[in-house]
């Protein structure tokens, strides 16, 4: 082996040395509908002021320490519960890593266990990776044929694994559909005092639904979001809420300075213009429910229901389709691979009428 090989295997852990990197494919001239981005940009006189404001911003400064605008701003367009504050993270991803380090506990005595991060699977790919890269078990616990909640297997791998974090999209990616809000209460509650319930609201505006305004009945609820689906993908944003006492602990574990000034005034000048981007997110879902017919119309595809910025389908070669679209120039994400409930299918971003209509075009070609 040369010496850098051999300082990599001195050095590198032999978990992260065994995976593959987080691929995202190179989308340069495709119409990319793989990752769940949305498609309009700010009006053109609102992005002139937002210009502005980012060219008087203090780059020679670091952030205000305790980004209390920011959180202001946040708790009061955003339907967080009178009496609750928020933690601020460089996206969800972030937190999400924050939760995981903060229960992943180091001294193992010989009662103490590794802690565990339950998810129901398929779930989104951060919730295991930020629990294995933070030394904590990731266990999955797969949902019905219909996406569903298994309640009875959640409460039993709850029982059996004593979870210090369960992580819970609502609505779930990559499938698309809302869990039973009372399988989650139930979740919840079976949690109680050992375990933390961290509701993900990643795709709330398309949702509408939401577990913001039940944080005061659960003592162990987190709520989770991020602006990225709403339109501010590139500014990497995320927050979340929860009792004042619980965030505190999450609050050592936060990087200082990991909202970086461009994007606390970016941000602050969006949740000013909230109605723009709520707008923009109506227009998303009536072309969702548009897309969602046209889709159910056609032979052998299967949609599922979604309360997301995307739609998961069932196609009869999930490869082929994705091999055909990729030379329309259409980027979508096959599923196939990642979870045996999700054979042959695929996800799509509901996008503008335009686009959405390439696809639809390019998939009937493909079937
Ligand atoms: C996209 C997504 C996120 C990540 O959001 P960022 O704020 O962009 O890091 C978190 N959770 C779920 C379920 C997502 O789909």
């Not at 987080?22 to 498609?39: F, R």
């Not at 460089?90 to 506990?105: H, P, Q, Y």
């Not at 072309?287 to 889709?295: D, F, K």
């Not at 009428?353 to 998939?363: D, H, K, Q, R, S």
């Amino acid at each position: 082996m040369s010496a850098i090989e051999n300082l990599i295997a001195n050095t590198i852990r032999e978990d992260v040395r065994n995976i593959a990197s987080y691929h995202v494919p190179d989308a340069s001239g495709y119409i990319k509908l793989d990752a769940m981005e949305n498609p309009y940009q700010l009006p053109d006189a609102l992005r002139a002021e937002l210009g502005q404001r980012l060219a008087d911003a203090a780059l020679n400064r670091y952030p205000v320490a305790s980004y209390a605008t920011l959180k202001q701003k946040i708790c009061a367009g955003l339907g967080v519960p009178a009496g609750y504050d928020v933690l601020l993270g460089n996206g969800s991803d972030e937190l999400i890593s924050i939760m995981a380090t903060a229960v992943a506990r180091q001294q193992l005595g010989a009662e103490m266990r590794r802690a565990v991060i339950m998810a129901p699977t398929p779930a989104f790919v951060m919730f295991s990776r930020s629990a294995q890269f933070a030394g904590a078990d990731f266990v999955g616990v797969p949902v019905k044929a219909d996406f569903s909640l298994d309640l009875p297997a959640m409460l039993a791998a709850i029982e059996q694994h004593k979870p210090a974090l369960v992580f819970l999209a609502y609505p779930n990616n990559p499938t698309g559909n809302l869990f039973d809000a009372d399988d989650m209460v139930a979740i919840i509650r079976a949690l109680g005092e050992t375990g933390i319930a961290v509701v993900d609201e990643a795709y709330q505006p398309f949702a509408k639904k939401s577990f913001m305004g039940r944080l005061p009945e659960f003592p162990n609820l987190v709520v989770m979001r991020t602006l990225s689906k709403l339109g501010l993908a590139g500014i990497r944003l995320g927050y979340l809420s929860g009792d004042a006492k619980l965030l505190e602990q999450f609050e050592k574990v936060r990087p200082p300075y990991n909202v970086n000034v461009l994007t606390q005034v970016a941000a602050e000048f969006a949740l000013d213009h909230l109605e723009v981007l709520d707008s923009q997110a109506e227009m998303l879902n009536a072309e969702r429910a548009r897309l969602a017919a046209e889709l159910a119309a056609l032979p052998g595809v299967e949609v599922f229901p979604s309360a997301a910025n995307f739609i998961s389908l069932r196609v009869p070669d999930a490869d082929k389709v994705c091999a055909q679209l990729r030379s329309e120039k259409v980027l979508i994400k096959n599923l196939s691979k990642m979870d045996k409930v999700l054979a042959n299918c695929i996800r799509v971003t509901v996008s503008t009428p335009e686009e959405n209509t390439a696809f639809l075009t390019a998939l009937k070609a493909s079937l």
